[in-house]
Structures are given as C-alpha cells and as structure tokens.
DNA sequence: GGGACAAGT
DNA sequence: ATGGGACTTGTCCCA
C-alpha cells in the first residue's frame, strides 16, 4: 500500500523532469509482487529461518486437510480392540499431550498413538483401561517413534509410566542427517521428509466435537503428530541408511538418549550456602573495584558496558585502541592486557570483568536453578545442537563451570555429594590426540601413546630437538598448545597470539611438527581433500559434518572450512568415543552397583556420586569401561583415564 | 534480537 | 591494512 502510493508520487515527479538520458520508468515493475510461495519456504528452511517461516507459513495453508481419523480409547475393551486392531511390529508413533507449562512441571494429559494408518488418542485422567496400551509401549517388536525422546522419557518417569526400546527419535535422527541446522522441529522434518504441513489439520475455532470433548485442537493435533511420526520412520532410517549413519544412530544415539535423562533426573547436589556466602564476599570485592575503577577513571560509568568502558579508555583516557569490532573498539581481554602497559584502569577491568562474570553467571544464578523437590540442579543435555556431535549442557551450562582462579574453584565446591557418598571424576586424558595418532597412523605419535609417554613432553622433545633433561616447562606447554593448535586447525598467527612468540616463530614450530610428525600432515590434508570432494567429513562411527564452507569463493570463508575439516572429524570422534562410553559404563552400572549414580558428562570426563562403600568397586568399574571403549571401537592406541575422588567438584577433579 | 564478552573442553 | 584455532552457553548492554 505505502509502495503503491510511493510510486504514483515517483511518477508524477519523473514526469515533470527533463531527462537526458533515454530511461523509461514503468511504476509497475516496482509494485512488490506476492514472494514465490514454494521458493521461499525451501530457502527460509534451508537457512534455518525458522520463525520467518513460521510467520509465513499461515498464509500458505493448503486447503486440503491433513485431518487424521482417531479412535478415542478410554475404557479397556476400546483399548483391547485399538491394539488388538494393530499391525504386528513396526513403527508405533507416540506423541504426548502435555499440559501447558514448563516441560520439567508439566502433567501428561493423554498420549496419541499411531501406526500410520490407525490412530488413537488417550487420556490419561482413567488408568483402568491402561493395560493394553502399557503391553503396546513395552512391545519389543514395536519402534516407538517419538520427537524428543528424552523429554518423553522423563515425562513419563514422572508418571509411573515406561516406554521400552527399541527407540527413533525424529529429533535426533534429523540431527544426524543435518548437523548443521540449529532447527529440528518436527513440524520442519515432516515437510521435508514428507511434504506434510502439520498443524493445518484442526480448523480454526472448530465446534467442540462430541468424540473429542476439551481441547479438541490439541488432541488432533497430537494424533496428526503420532501419524506423521509413525510415517517418518521408514523415510528417516532409509535416509539415515543411505548416509552410513544409521549404526551410529541405532546403536549409540539411541541408547543414549535415556542415559541422558537419566543423567538429567540424578541432578548435582549443590551447596547453596555455600554459594551465598561467596556472593556476599564477592559483591564486597566487586564495590570495592567498582571505587577503584572510577577513581581512575574520573567519573562513574557502567563498567559493564563495552561502549561506555571505551568511551573512558580511548576518548577521556585517549588510548590508543589496538583493534575495532563491528560496533566500535574492542575492549577484550586480549585488548585491555596489552593497554595494561600504559595505564593502570585496563589491568583493574580485567579483573573486575572476571569476578563479575563468576558472580551473575554462576555464584547468584545457579541456586536460582535448584529444582525445590529434588533440592538438586538438573541440567538438559542436549543432544542435537553441536554439529560436531558434542553433547551441549544448558540451564544451566553445567559444562563451563570455571575451574581456573581462587573464586572459580571456590565455585567447584559448591558442587557436592550428599552424606555418605563421595564424587568420582573420570577424565579421559588426552582423547583428542589420541585419536590424531589413530587417524593420522603416524608412527611416532602411535609409539608414543602406546609406551604410555607424556605426549606433550614427546613433541617438546622433537620440537626442540632435545633430549627430555633439557625440556623446561615453557617448551612442554609450547609444545602443548602446538598440539592443540594442530587439533584445532592452526595459523602462524593463532599460535603466535596463543604463546606469545612471533608469527615467524610460530611458523617454524609449526613446520616442525609437520616434520616430525608427517603422517598428521597427511591426515589434514586428506581430511580437507575429503571434505571438499565429498562435501563433509565423518568421524570413526560415520558421524558426518557438512562444511559447505569449503566450496566458498571467499578465501576467509574457505580457511574457516578447512579449519572445520581438520577439527570435525577429531572432535567428533572423540564425542562418538565418549557416548559408547556413556552407554556401557551405564548399563555396567546398573548391573553391578545400581547405587552409583552417572550425573554429568563434560566432553572427556564423566562425573559420578557414589556411596562411598561401593567407592573402590566403582572406580575400578569405570575406568575399565571407559578404557574398554577404545579397543571396542578398534582404536590403535591405548586410552587412558584418570580417576579423582572428593566430596566436591573441586577436589575430585583429576 | 544481536553484539561483545567470558566461562568451559 | 587487517586478519586466520574448534565447539558451546549465559549475561549484559543497547537499539
């Protein structure tokens, strides 16, 4: 409207000038034409514009419905005739109907079943009827296929109700064909997997029907999702199939997912008091910066705002910035030391940045987060958002609580087991070179780890062409960060900011390395090769990884790629090393010491409250399982992990 | 809602 | 002349 109206003014004013040069103007190639509807779906999709789709996709609704026929089971011989009625084996869809409400509160209102063309719903108010329908989720010739199995998982623990495996998560198995998507929803994967639009089932305000009495929109709804489910069973496994993954998927992911919301259900104990004390000794120390700083500085201002912080240095200071960002100055750590060497504010804002941190993010928010019933902080793994294959921790991230610092490892011991139980901290050591050594086969690096040697002591050695009397330790953790560096992906210039030396320095390590250990040289250069040809990379169980970065005109763009293809198949071999671990150390643990509980996973260590007279047992328990993983998986050197014991976080960390 | 920054492996 | 380590999540500021 507004765009018509600009352009009849546009052309009244073209006409009354003179124009030299020979443009004609047509105001209708200027009208904004309704977007090509299929196109744009795709592209927002493919972009993983999710809610930009979302807000289209109402105006797309197709006009034929995608209403799914039900039968509403609330007694037992309606339930004895649904199941009776059934297919033998296959897919069973299962879609819960939750209450409104956050998915840890919420109540089961009733669970839709399907096998694609025969759908029922139940509610869950009535238990009589439910011995049928518990056989149907116990069937071990039924896949239960289900979007979020965890959350359906813990759902139902909550209930009193199980669901036996076999398991296909949609959710997962989308995430394993499509890593890089942020986006699983199930409404996305069946449009694309089966060009269903789900949702448009339900007409708006529809009567209440008499079959469906309340809530009719939403109980449809979750038979529309138990059918589409049913139906994306086969599509997904063939799809998975076709791309190696479907092993992966069945015999890791899978089993997985309930040893993730198991870990979620155990929870950490914490320490609140603990943390508030700490609180009110940090907000002493940050008051007392906070005078400091301003004193320095000639005025208040919000320390921490980043454009108000360089405002102070550069302009009322006057500075002299080392770097921008988008917006403005940079003000990061890396930035403030280097100032540091010309006035005395940087150094105090570095300091006053890391306590502040360490308070608002840990020390005041975790107890916010302790569930009142449990007493206890049950994280969310997540399991399909790092396109690495790395499992994710989120409210809160218990994978990033600090370990470095006296107020950071005050904050670890915080992190306790109960009375009578002790924690046991398992810790793979060096996973990530390991599995270089096993990638890259390089002769030196396999002898290394298989005589048990310190790697980062071995490369020292080569590195500097010492002998290990004359290794100080500057060149081990040279030597060290040269290592992660290679893991990493590494650039002269990365290193050199890393260890402080020249680029030219950097280099000549760097070249070093390569010398000495060629055959690694050769495992980038074919992971690079591989991820351009292929178009991704895969790990040791078929996880894959686009890197449609690698294909990019843009040099930049392009090294990010190759950076990818170097880094993904190690870090992911490593998440894949980890979750069989996960899996067997479990169900050993359900065997042998049902009170030892698994409560968190940080990418190569695995943490567990243990009654303290099963202590000794289980630590023998899983080290060996952990250990195991690596010949399981055919590894060609030896894995090794370290145990630490504690009362909390902080002195059970190896 | 995006950017800057900082915490972890 | 400037920029090149991977993968995350949470907090804060600011438009």
Redesign the pocket.
Known sequence: MIEQAENARLSRRLATIQLDSPVTFDSETYHVKPPHQDQLIDLLRELGFT?LLKSFQPSFAPAETNEVKTELVQDEPSAQKFVAGLPKGGALGLQCLLSPGSSMQADVQGIALSTGDKTSFIPLDVRTYMRPITALLHDPTRTKVVHDLKATLLVFHRIGLTLAAPYLDTMVADYLLNPNRRDHQLETIAFEVLDHRLGTGQKENAAPQSLFDEDTGSREKAAEAASVLAKLAPALTERLSDQGSLTLFTNVEMPLVSVLAEIERNGFLLDVEALHRLSKELERDLDKMIETIEGLAGGEF?I?????LATVLFEKLGLRPI?????GY????DT?TQLATQHELPAQI?NY??LS??K??YVD?LPELVNPETKRLHTSL?QT????G?L??????L??????GEY?LRIREAFIAPAGHTLLCADYSQVEPRILAHLSQDPRLLAVFAKGEDIHMATAMEIFGLSASHITRDMRRVAK?VV??I?????P??LA??IGVS?AEAKKYIETFFEKFSAVRALMDRNIEEGKTKGYTTTILGRRRPIPELQSGDP?QR??GE??AV??PI?GSAADLIKVAMIDVNNALHHEMPHTKMILQ????LIFEVPEKELAEAKHLVKTVMEETGKKLGLSVPLKVDLGTGHNWRVAHP
């Open positions: 809610t919000n921490n705002s980043p454009k108000q770097r921008k960002t988008k917006t940079s003000t990061d750590e403030l570095v940045r890391s941190k360490l608002s993010t928010a997540n958002v790092a396109a690495t790395r994710s921790s989120t409210e809160p991230n994978q990033n609580i600090p370990v470095k950071g960060t992660f560096g893991v990493y992906g590494i650039s210039f990365g900011s890393n680029q930049t090294g990010f950076r990818m880094n993904s870090q940080v990418h190569d260590e």
